[in-house]
């Protein structure tokens, strides 16, 4: 063997002998059954592509099915093998004796056959000299190792082709699953046989005779052959584990992966593989707990096959759940979590198994086919497994095919288990994200809201977006959108403390630039990573303006309704909250009736690589366009940006949060305001203002009953506590009436239990039994105690 390489080394020149070959073998149909590494790279057709389909239309060889006589071959060129077209040498070789005809097509790069000068007409592949012997039991023993879907009966036709007819014989390197050696300086056959019949006559006439000589043999070729062939065989395994691990795990998307892992092994190491996963596992509801038992539902979530289309899908139709009893294979490989081969279904195996299927009969799909059942575990853990199956004319499964089967599993066993664990991550975030997301109503005293939120679509988009509407003293409401830096579960648990956080301080009535200065100073003491922007707004539907401050947000967009004109409000950026030591600016805005105010998050209108001043201008003609209803006019500013986002990139890849306001105002006929000197006697005056302002509302009744005991207790409260001399009374008329009382004294009212025989502490008891509402909320000059009564429905008497 060493010879024959050297001699080849000497001719070829370069590669030590060895060429790397394209090896393909055809039916009779002329349809390809086989394809090899090298006609991959050589013809530039994927495996996947080009097992069942003609030969001719893969590789320029249509003189080998219209020759009269073989062995054949002869110099082609390719029409396009991916990288450009070159010159090919082939051969063709038939597979004669039982079973349907088959050509053995071998194909070389022309540019790479350097023989020797005086040999150009015989170049071919040759023979190894490690082969000439009669080891052909051996070697058909080995093929079916090599050549995937070859009988043993198969290999030994090809076998017996090799020693006695000078057919090539399959030598192993590197780079080939079954590479030839081209040689170019062997002797014919005769003389190697003349030379094999001499040795071992010269063999028998030693001491030990016959007894030498099968030691020479066992420590000879025969010896070389089989340690060739189990290390060929094992490096085929190996490469076919690479090449599968390359290809799982391009995502960490659940259903991706599990295509991937079965695609992978379809056909190349098995005919039908079909997956199932525990449920939490498909749920992404964490590590199973325990280990399974009878009752566990396995869910199915793929059936991979090259058998005719849809002959599994309705017998076995993915997305199935079952159990399976303790007599069958697959509760065998769950619960022990190892391997279960059975090399051929029996009828009455197939029929067991059958019978967990209900009335679907997949006996025929079973029956008679080799089985291996693969668990797939990560941490000691089955999170499920494989059912592999090969057609009868595939060799069974064995020992090696158990073992390769258990790493191809583990491997992918690691890749889903990442892929749960990332869906159980992102669900965790979801679910957190969303129980975080306000509930917010449509209607609010001066103006209507609208409000969408889609989440991401690149993996792990989780984010930190957020928007909110808070309802404040004064028939005010505060709008604000935020978005926390970074995606995931930490930046959606950071959105839902600063989220907290404004709402608990937008309830102190600050000032939006105060109030982004302490939202500030809270994220520096949470910690460095708390980055955010944000965007405040303070509308007054009595004053028709507009209060706010921002923290390095996008703009916002206001819509005119005089004119339909949109335009982005200037506003003084700031820096992200978190930053620190950077003041922020209380800008205020008039607005009209009618008008629109669009808030939202830079991934509706930024897309990696483009300028976002596109995406600014399309939200502002987007917001222009006219609509029916509020969540009408957030639906076309949604679908235009998205088309405008659309690009060779993929679109949109960040969460987006869309908050739309429509400021209608209050009109001044339903805003009463009562200014008073701090006496006692003004109390029964103001009493009486209450009165006829009620009843010219149309308000009367127990209403107005209750709203003047009311109105009373808190003037009361006022004339005894304030220390100026005026105080000042508001009426507003929304979906409820609003009444406030403002004084000059900073300090709130405290609602405190009063005994039988205390003079104070009752008034606020009564405000707090029948208002629907009440509250303080500190000024500038001091403080406003307000309550809600609920307004009679339309139609109702007062």
Not at 12 to 41: C, F, I, K
Not at 430 to 449: F, H, K
Not at 581 to 607: K, M, N, Q, Y
């Amino acid at each position: 063997m060493e010879r024959a390489r050297s001699e080849a080394a000497g001719a070829a020149g370069g590669d030590a002998g060895r060429l790397p070959l394209a090896v393909v073998v055809v039916d009779g149909r002329g349809l390809v059954s086989h394809w090899s590494t090298g006609a991959r790279r050589l013809f530039g057709h994927p495996r996947e592509e080009a097992v069942g389909a003609p030969a001719v239309e893969l590789m320029p060889v249509s003189g080998a099915f219209e020759a009269s006589a073989y062995p054949v071959g002869g110099r082609a060129r390719t029409a396009d093998p991916g990288d450009g077209a070159r010159d090919v040498l082939w051969w063709a070789y038939p597979l004669v004796g039982p079973g349907p005809e088959r050509l053995l097509l071998l194909a070389a790069d022309a540019d790479r056959v350097r023989p020797p000068d005086g040999v150009h007409d015989r170049v071919a592949p040759g023979f190894a000299l490690h082969t000439d012997f009669p080891g052909a039991g051996e070697l058909a023993r080995r093929l079916p190792e090599i050549l995937p879907g070859m009988s043993p009966r198969e290999s030994g036709r090809v076998a017996a082709q090799v020693l006695e007819l000078g057919y090539p014989v399959l030598e192993f390197q590197q780079h080939e699953r079954v590479p030839v050696t081209p040689d170019w300086g062997v002797p014919r056959r005769v003389e190697r046989r003349a030379r094999l019949l001499r040795a071992a006559a010269e063999a028998e006439g030693e001491p030990g005779g016959p007894r030498a000589a099968a030691a020479e043999r066992a420590s000879g070729p025969e010896a070389d052959l089989a340690a060739d062939l189990e290390h060929a065989a094992v490096r085929e395994r190996l490469e076919f584990l690479n090449e599968v691990s390359s290809r799982i795990g391009s995502s960490l998307d659940l259903a991706r992966t599990i295509q991937e892992v079965s695609e992978a092994v379809v056909p190349r190491f098995t005919d039908v593989a079909g997956t199932y996963l525990r449920e939490q596992v498909v749920a992404g509801e964490g590590f199973p707990d325990g280990p399974p038992d009878a009752t566990t539902l396995w869910h199915r979530v793929a059936v991979e096959h090259d058998d005719e289309p849809g002959r599994w899908d309705d017998v076995v139709p993915v997305g199935e759940s079952m159990a399976f009893p303790t007599h069958t294979p697959f509760f065998r490989c769950m619960t022990t979590g190892e391997p279960v081969l059975i090399p051929r279904v029996s009828e009455e195996a197939g029929r067991a198994i059958a019978a967990q299927f209900e009335k679907r009969d997949i006996g025929p799909l079973i029956i008679h086919r080799s089985m291996l059942v693969v668990p797939l575990k990560a941490r000691s853990v089955v999170l499920g497994f494989m059912i592999l199956l090969r057609h009868q004319e595939r060799p069974e499964f064995d020992d090696m095919d158990r073992v390769t089967g258990a790493e191809l599993a583990a491997r992918a066993g690691l890749v889903l288990d990442n892929a749960r664990m990332y869906t159980y991550q992102e669900n965790v975030a979801e679910t957190l994200q969303d129980s975080m997301l306000p509930r917010i109503e449509p209607r609010m005293p001066g103006c209507d809201t609208a409000t969408r939120y889609l989440p991401g679509t690149r993996q792990g988009r989780v984010g930190g977006d957020w928007f909110d509407t808070i309802k404040l003293p004064g028939s005010r409401t505060a709008l604000v959108v935020g978005d926390v830096m970074g995606h995931g579960l930490n930046s959606a648990a950071m959105m839902g403390q600063l989220r907290t956080a404004v709402q608990t301080m937008a309830a102190l009535d600050l000032p939006p630039a105060q109030l982004l200065r302490n939202l500030d100073d809270l994220a520096q003491r949470l910690g460095d990573g708390y980055l955010a922007t944000c965007l405040y707004v303070v509308y007054d539907p009595v004053r028709h303006e507009l209060r706010m401050a921002n923290a390095g947000h996008i703009p916002p967009v206001l819509v005119r309704a005089a004119d339909g004109r949109s335009r982005l409000l200037e506003l003084p950026t700031g820096a992200p909250i978190g930053v620190g030591s950077v003041p922020f600016e209380t800008v205020t805005v008039p607005v009209a009736p009618g008008d629109r105010l669009v808030l939202c998050t830079d991934g509706l209108v930024e897309v990696r690589g483009t300028d976002i001043g596109d995406g600014l201008a399309a939200l502002c003609e987007s917001a222009a366009h006219p609509a029916a209803s509020m969540d009408a006019a957030c639906d076309t500013v949604i679908r235009e940006l998205a088309r405008v986002t659309a690009t060779d990139r993929g679109g949109r890849k960040d969460d987006v949060a869309l908050l739309m306001a429509r400021l209608n105002g209050i009109a001044e006929e339903d805003v009463a305001v009562h200014p008073f000197p701090r006496a006692r006697r003004e109390v029964p005056r103001v009493r009486g203002f209450v009165r006829d302002r009620l009843h010219a509302w149309g308000l009367r009744g127990e209403l107005a009953h209750s709203t003047e005991l009311l109105v009373s207790e808190v003037v009361t409260n006022a004339v005894r506590h304030a220390r100026g001399e005026r105080i000042v009374l508001r009426l507003v008329r929304t979906d409820a009436l609003l009444c406030e009382v403002s004084d000059d004294d900073a300090a709130p009212p405290e609602l405190r239990a009063a005994g039988p025989e205390d003079e104070s502490g009752r008034g606020l008891r009564v405000v707090d039994r029948l208002a629907r509402a009440w509250g303080t909320s500190r000024t500038a000059t001091g403080k406003t105690v307000w309550f809600e009564q609920t307004l009679p429905r339309a139609g109702s008497s007062g």
